[in-house]
């Protein structure tokens, strides 16, 4: 691992009921990067973005993050604690509290699990809130909310821990498409700021526009791995071509 590298996985494999997902997988975050990790449903994507935070148990694999090193397969809880700790994750369904309004459940993890002070909690969250144009709402429930106010909220409350790298899983794909620009905007606003992300997304945009890198899996390897650019203009082969063409079609 480099001065630069946040987070690397090395290995990393899962099976389900005798079938294996995950062959193996390499891959590497540096500091500050945006990698868009993209490719076909069924491929091991979000399969190795929970194997990485802990929410699925790999197999086998390493994970190396910002120096500290563990066996995925064999980490304690504690040490799982500190990962989670020191990462953010958005899923594709919010996961939000449905009984906390929106300040809520932004501060529910500072409080609860840091044991931070309400004030400073709620001074942060709303803080947190306004980068992502959803302070005014602070008092709402998510009943009130639209999908995209959701995913907004569930993306302040990520960024709230402070994290070194937030992981998000297909963060737009349970939106309406007229509800996709403002959370991809809000991840834009994060990617200029430099903060450390590791994208599973189907949003072709977002990744030409804004990752710095393209991860391509199929069949739980990965087929390529490039800066965004090459990758969309001079794919590496036959397989990432096909799907870029079936992307286009869309």
């Known amino acids: 691992?480099?001065?630069?590298?946040?987070?690397?996985?090395?290995?990393?494999?899962?099976?389900?009921?005798?079938?294996?997902?995950?062959?193996?997988?390499?891959?590497?975050?540096?500091?500050?990067?945006?990698?868009?990790?993209?490719?076909?449903?069924?491929?091991?994507?979000?399969?190795?973005?929970?194997?990485?935070?802990?929410?699925?148990?790999?197999?086998?694999?390493?994970?190396?993050?910002d120096g500290v090193t563990l066996d995925l397969a064999r980490a304690a809880h504690a040490q799982i604690a500190e990962v989670r700790r020191r990462t953010g994750f958005v899923f594709q369904g919010y996961n939000l509290f449905r009984n906390r309004t929106v300040l809520g459940n932004v501060t529910e993890g500072l409080i609860v699990a840091r044991h931070m002070p309400r004030a400073e909690a709620e001074k942060r969250a709303h803080a947190c809130l306004r980068r992502v144009g959803m302070d005014d709402r602070c008092d709402a429930y998510p009943a009130a909310l639209?999908?995209?106010?959701?995913?907004?909220?569930?993306?302040?409350?990520?960024?709230?821990?402070?994290?070194?790298?937030?992981?998000?899983?297909?963060?737009?794909?349970?939106?309406?498409?007229?509800?996709?620009?403002?959370?991809?905007?809000s991840m834009r606003s994060l990617a200029e700021d430099g903060m450390t992300m590791l994208v599973v997304t189907h949003e072709m945009s977002f990744a030409k526009n804004v990752a710095d890198r393209v991860v391509f899996m199929d069949g739980g390897v990965v087929v390529a791995d490039a800066p965004a650019k090459e990758f969309f203009e001079h794919p590496a082969n036959e397989r990432v071509r096909a799907f870029l063409r079936t992307a286009d079609a869309a």
Do not use: W
């Open 1 to 65: 691992m480099t001065m630069t590298d946040m987070l690397k996985l090395s290995g990393v494999r899962k099976a389900f009921g005798g079938t294996e997902v995950l062959h193996g997988i390499d891959l590497t975050v540096r500091k500050g990067e945006v990698v868009a990790v993209l490719g076909p449903s069924g491929s091991g994507k979000t399969t190795l973005l929970r194997c990485a935070n802990f929410l699925e148990r790999a197999d086998a694999g390493q994970l190396e993050l």
């Open 146 to 185: 639209s999908g995209g106010q959701q995913q907004r909220v569930a993306i302040a409350r990520a960024m709230a821990t402070e994290p070194e790298i937030i992981y998000f899983d297909e963060p737009t794909s349970a939106l309406d498409p007229e509800l996709t620009g403002e959370v991809l905007a």
